[in-house]
């Protein structure tokens, strides 16, 4: 093995973008992914982690020769050593759809087999990159303050100058006292109104460690999404959002996109995919309270079927007050790989839009052999996306449409929607 970078300081030149926010650069033969600077750039990168394998990772200390693409940052908390959300503060938002085009393209190739030129485009109310967020969570620290977990760190940052959300989200948040370790969901929902609510800390483990140990970001995943008790601390904590005329009310803490424009558009584009006519069945897996499960309905109308699989009870619940003027919408809770041989009804067109790791090997099969005409799929790693299009090339559906869109402004994360037809 040879001998550790961790800590040198390397003058590089940046060279494409890579998946995860970071700039191929190469030195001596090693490919580095560098944070926090752009194609083309030369840069002096510090090495922050170095496994002695066939790649390290650095940080961008300071920019020699800068893109035109380089902006002040959005965020001041976003450069080496800050909080790892806002990775593509320092592009302007041009810039970042350009990059995040490259990342999808790339990954589609690799990953994928296709060769298709993915151009990211911008949602509405995304403004300078800025303000566009709807909700977030927040992190607090021993000392009872709110902030952000630092980049691959469980550190965390107590500044909260979010400008993903209107500053008015975080107004006297920092000058409270907070449970250490608990976690604040803060929304801004569709109707104006702030909430607030305040999640208590993940249970220890009889060792005295929370668990899982290493609070990497799997780990906070899997532990916020075990029940721990909420205390709503402004507002009811219980949000509206709005979407084509009609409303939907569900627990601040539930899933809602989180970019505003987001559901709007993501609908329209279901509804224009969704391969349905008036009698047909749909299914809209990982349904959440039923967004595209209100579109469904519109494509099959009242003499068709629509069933929402969603394993929040709550969610469904939710969906079920939100849709109960339209009776051909169900809501089944439960998990979509168990849910295949519970669906009776047979559909013309199943909506996917599954968590971030994707829907995987196990339920693209199972969707397979019940066999819908067409699928629309939407995902928002393109990493597992494009093993979700191959997955569903292995098993008789061919991509004919794609759109991806930038849901996240300043950072490197997008939304791709698939749409696929059975061979
Ligand atoms: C990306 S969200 C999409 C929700 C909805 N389509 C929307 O746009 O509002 C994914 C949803 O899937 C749910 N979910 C995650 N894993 C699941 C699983 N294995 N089975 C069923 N639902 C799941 C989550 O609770 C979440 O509501």
């Given at each position: 093995m040879s001998e550790s970078w961790f800590g040198l300081l390397l003058e590089v030149e940046l060279g494409a973008p890579?998946?995860?926010?970071?700039?191929?650069?190469?030195?001596?033969?090693?490919?580095?992914?560098?944070?926090?600077?752009?194609?083309?750039?030369?840069?002096?990168?510090?090495?922050?982690?170095?496994?002695?394998?066939?790649?390290?990772?650095?940080?961008?200390?300071?920019?020699?020769?800068?893109?035109?693409?380089?902006?002040d940052a959005r965020c001041p908390i976003s450069g080496p050593g800050g909080s790892g959300c806002c990775d593509y503060s320092h592009a302007s938002a041009d810039a970042g759809r350009r990059l995040k085009s490259f990342v999808v393209s790339e990954q589609l190739r690799r990953v994928a087999g296709i060769e298709r030129e993915v151009q990211v485009e911008e949602l509405p109310g995304s403004g300078d990159g800025t303000g566009w967020r709807t909700r977030v969570r927040l992190a607090v620290d021993s000392g009872g303050r709110p902030g952000y977990h630092r980049y691959r760190s469980s550190s965390i940052v107590t500044e909260l100058t979010c400008p993903q959300m209107d500053s008015t989200a975080f107004e006297g948040l920092a000058d409270q006292q907070w449970r250490p370790g608990a976690e604040l969901q803060v929304v801004l929902d569709g109707e104006g109104e702030r909430h607030v609510v305040e999640i208590a800390p993940a249970q220890l483990s009889p060792t005295g460690r929370r668990s899982p140990g290493r609070r990497g970001a799997a780990a906070r995943r899997a532990a916020s999404s075990r029940s721990r008790p909420e205390k709503a601390v402004i507002g009811s904590?219980?949000?509206?959002?709005?979407?084509s005329n009609r409303a939907w009310t569900l627990d601040a803490t539930g899933f809602w996109q989180a970019h505003r424009g987001a559901p709007q558009v993501y609908t329209d584009v279901v509804g224009d995919w969704a391969d349905a006519t008036a009698g047909d069945g749909a299914w809209d897996l990982y349904g959440g309270v039923g967004v595209f499960a209100a579109a469904l309905a519109d494509r099959v109308g009242p003499s068709g079927r629509v069933t929402s699989v969603e394993f929040s009870r709550r969610a469904a619940e939710d969906g079920r007050s939100a849709l109960q003027d339209l009776p051909q919408v169900s809501f089944v809770p439960g998990r979509v790989e168990r849910s295949f041989e519970t669906l009776t009804e047979p559909a013309a067109v199943a909506v996917l839009d599954p968590p971030r790791a994707g829907a995987g090997r196990d339920v693209i099969e199972a969707l397979a052999v019940r066999s819908p005409r067409s699928v629309v799929h939407i995902g928002c790693d393109p990493a597992s996306f494009a093993r979700d299009v191959s997955l569903y090339r292995a098993?008789?559906?061919?991509?004919?449409?794609?759109?991806?869109?930038d849901a996240f402004p300043s950072t490197s994360h997008v939304e791709c929607i698939g749409r696929f037809v059975r061979r």
């Open positions: 890579g998946h995860g926010g970071f700039c191929v650069a190469r030195h001596d033969g090693r490919v580095m992914f560098v944070r926090h600077g752009l194609p083309g750039e030369r840069v002096l990168a510090k090495v922050t982690e170095d496994r002695g394998g066939s790649f390290c990772r650095a940080d961008a200390v300071e920019i020699l020769s800068a893109s035109p693409d380089r902006v904590g219980r949000v509206t959002e709005h979407v098993v008789g559906y061919e991509l004919i449409d794609m759109r991806a869109f």
